[in-house]
């Protein structure tokens, strides 16, 4: 057994050895939370001198491919994603980015609504791209911002429109539309795509297929895919 002296000696190094631990611990959580509020105050700047660019709310596959084509337009963007994966993506790619949930107006002002030319929703849910879309024009009433959103949910195109959309994008229906043209060379009238058009001319609606998609003559063509 140690004597009493070496054992106070232990504790008193003990107790230095956990304190000195504690305080480089604090230090470096100090400097990572300085690093990330310095790098975020920085974009925020970026974002604050933009005029004219575009919001994009939703950074999945579709938001991914929408921001790489308007970069290569040369047209600056802003991406609303709430998810910290994403996150590290636009980070990884030098993207201007607002993290936080595109419902609130709050986010939708950090993102520079206010002075852009477009908006493109492509969040998930339809609910939440219409509210998106309805508190967007509410702020901007003006023609100065063109709303687009994407759904695959016909129903919800009336709904985008009065919301204050200028354009909805449709995927599923306009493969439907394609197939019915290319066997009988005509059209029914009864696909949401002629309908809306019907009622609110042909330029509200954008029709979308996923470039991914290949088609085929028959499904031994398609043998192996």
């Not at 230095?16 to 480089?24: D, E, K, L, S, W």
């Amino acid at each position: 057994p140690l004597h009493p002296a070496g054992q106070l000696f232990t504790i008193a190094l003990a107790t230095v050895g956990i304190g000195t631990f504690a305080t480089i611990a604090t230090r470096a959580v100090q400097i990572l939370v300085t690093s990330s509020t310095f790098r975020e105050r920085a974009m925020q700047r970026r974002i604050d001198a933009l005029r004219g660019h575009y919001v994009i709310c939703g950074y999945g596959r579709l938001g991914q491919r929408i921001v790489r084509d308007l970069q290569q337009a040369g047209l600056d963007v802003v991406v609303v994603d709430r998810r910290d994966d994403r996150a590290e993506q636009l980070d990884e790619s030098g993207v201007l980015y607002v993290q936080d949930e595109a419902q609130e107006e709050e986010t939708l002002r950090t993102a520079g609504l206010d002075r852009a030319a477009g908006l493109v929703l492509v969040l998930p849910n339809d609910a939440d791209n219409v509210f998106v879309a309805l508190s967007a024009r509410e702020m901007r009433p003006d023609d100065g911002l063109f709303i687009v959103a994407r759904t695959n949910e016909h129903t919800s195109i009336r709904k985008f429109l009065r919301a204050g959309a200028d354009k909805v994008s449709i995927g599923s229906d306009a493969v439907d539309v394609a197939r019915e043209w290319l066997s009988t060379r005509t059209l029914s009238g009864s696909s949401s795509i002629e309908q809306i058009s019907h009622v609110y001319g042909r330029q509200a609606v954008v029709v979308s297929i996923d470039p991914r998609r290949k088609w085929v003559r028959s499904a031994a063509d398609a043998a192996g895919h």
